[in-house]
């Protein structure tokens, strides 16, 4: 038995059933179909995308339950990103913001001002 199945077989959120499930050759999952890279990708597109994967999955609810219990640190999970343990609404992409980035018009105001 591997360390990850015996790890989550100690959840009561239906892991087991779900790795169980996941095994059945009838269930067509994404995350087992294709490259399991996308759901742990650095591009803010691909995590999109492998979101947009997860919509029809049939055991979305499960795998995103125990990734919430398991607070899994990074990743797709359940059609959510996760990013240190908690869900988070989009990935910013790597990188610096612009230096010439537009202000707001109360901070334009208060330069001005000054």
Known sequence: MSSAIAFAEGF???????????????????CRSRDADLW??????????????C????VREACLAGALSRREPWGVW???????????????????????????PAAAARSAAA
């Open 12 to 30: 009561d959120l239906g892991i087991g059933d779900l790795l169980d499930g996941a095994a059945a050759p009838e269930l067509d999952l994404p």
């Open 40 to 53: 742990f990708a650095e591009s803010p597109a691909e995590l999109e995308r492998a979101k947009s994967l």
């Open 55 to 58: 919509g029809d999955c049939p």
């Open 78 to 104: 359940g059609g959510e990103i996760f990013e240190r343990g908690v869900v988070i609404a989009r990935k910013r992409p790597r990188g610096r913001p612009r230096k010439n980035a537009a202000l707001e």
